[in-house]
């Protein structure tokens, strides 16, 4: 159950579901609000299980890679560039993206998976600079 952010009053009435936000009224107030709190903890555990599920593989993927290739994304030997890894993930996101926009993707490409591993070295390296 979630809290009106109105009155804090915790019993409150769902009006309607969009996506992952839900509309409510407060029984007590009668204000409306829209909050991701889930009055359906079925809903709320299928979503949880797939975030887990996409981002466990995400991890295991960038994990196999950084076995695979060593440590050069967040590390790179920098034969050619000079520039610092926070640099070069974002010049290799800019270049997904631009792939994208041109439509120049193969069928087997995973483009969302590749951005979202970018993302997240790109985190990483912010963090760490």
Request: with cysteine.
């Amino acid at each position: 159950m979630c809290e009106c952010p109105y009155c804090e009053h915790t019993t409150a009435t769902v009006v309607t579901i969009q996506n992952a936000l839900e509309t409510y009224v407060c029984d007590y107030c009668n204000k409306e609000f829209t909050s991701v709190c889930f009055s359906n903890q079925t809903h709320a555990t299928a979503f949880a299980e797939k975030v887990k599920q996409i981002t466990d593989d995400l991890a295991e993927l960038l994990i196999s890679k950084n076995k695979k290739y060593g440590n050069s994304a967040l590390d790179p030997i920098r034969v050619f560039s000079s520039a610092n890894p926070t640099e070069q993930l974002l010049v290799r996101l800019d270049d997904k993206l631009s792939r994208i926009k041109t439509q120049h993707i193969t069928e087997d490409e995973d483009v969302l998976e590749d951005l979202l591993g970018y993302l997240v070295l790109l985190k990483i390296s912010i963090n760490k600079d």
